[in-house]
């Protein structure tokens, strides 16, 4: 296996997806047929599955959240806190996990641009910030309320609705001159793109996954394999 040598000169942004998790022991996206932990994505993830059935939405995530709190960062996000620690600020990492592994793991310059399972917000969009929310519901009536009085959902964005952090991302993106991408299948928006705006900038782009992704053409390097088996050993950084 090549090594990804990365000089004084580098601005390295890291785009993350499910497949960094699945060594942790939490299930993938599209691991069994579209179904993300035996659910279709319409019943749980979406704007209309919220008003249509909250206790379902709520039930999934709450079962996000307990098995979740029971995985551990695995070595691939520990790499990439090492990797960080030896670049800071030439350094971004973009996750589209909703999972606290890579905070857990030390991750610092960190965006979760697809949310985050530890936090619920207001279903009315009041205005008021996320609140930390770890709680494993076990019906509806139990979920917390918004100071306006709303019920709250989870900090989580449904497929329709825009990702968070998006200036900042394009700007990382910006003056990147290293992409590298971990674990994520290339079907989702507009995340699958960023390797495209890599690469208008100029940058090299390497993903990192056991198979190709959907739009593996757009990379200059495809290493395959397992997150937390090539991340270790991947980079030479210079001084
Ligand atoms: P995806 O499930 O569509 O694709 C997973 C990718 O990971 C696949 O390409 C697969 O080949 C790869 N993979 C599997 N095992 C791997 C390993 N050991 N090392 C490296 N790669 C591996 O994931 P996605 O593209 O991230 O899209 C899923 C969406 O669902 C995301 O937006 C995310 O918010 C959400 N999601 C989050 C989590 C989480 O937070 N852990 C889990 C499932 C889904
Ligand atoms: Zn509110």
Redesign the pocket.
């Known amino acids: 296996m090549g090594k990804i040598v990365i000089g004084s000169g580098d601005w390295v942004f890291v785009l ?8 942790s022991g ?6 069994s047929d579209g179904l ?2 035996g659910h279709r ?1 319409e019943d749980v ?1 979406t704007p209309e599955a919220l008003e249509l059935n909250p206790a379902l939405v709520w039930q999934f995530y709450s079962e ?1 959240r307990a098995q ?1 709190a029971k995985a551990d960062p695995n070595p ?1 996000h520990i790499a990439l806190t090492e990797l960080e620690a030896k670049l800071g600020d030439r350094f971004f990492l973009c ?5 606290d ?1 890579h905070e857990r793991a030390g991750s610092k310059r960190l965006v979760h641009m ?2 985050e ?1 530890a936090k619920s917000r207001c279903e009315d969009e009041c205005g008021q910030p996320p609140v930390t929310d770890r709680a494993v519901y076990t019906s509806l009536d139990e979920v917390g309320r918004c100071a306006c009085g709303a019920r709250l959902r989870p900090h ?2 449904f497929f329709g609705e825009i990702p968070l952090e998006m200036e900042r991302i394009q700007r990382e993106i910006g003056r990147a001159t290293l992409m590298v991408v ?7 928006y507009p ?1 699958a793109n960023y390797v495209q705006w890599a690469r208008q900038g100029g940058a090299r782009t390497v993903y ?4 190709p ?1 959907l739009n593996a053409h757009a990379f200059t390097n495809v290493v395959e ?4 088996e ?1 991340l270790p050993g991947l980079f030479v950084v210079e001084t």
Do not use: M, Y
Not at 16 to 23: C, L, P
Not at 26 to 31: C, I, Q
Not at 183 to 188: K, L, P
């Open positions: 993350t997806g499910a497949g960094i998790s699945a060594e939490l299930p993938t996206f599209r691991a993300w932990a994505v993830c996000r979740g691939a996750t589209q996990n909703v999972d592994l697809h949310g399972l989580i964005v971990v674990g994520t299948s290339g079907s989702v995340a990192v996954g056991p198979e992704p394999g397992k997150a937390g090539v």
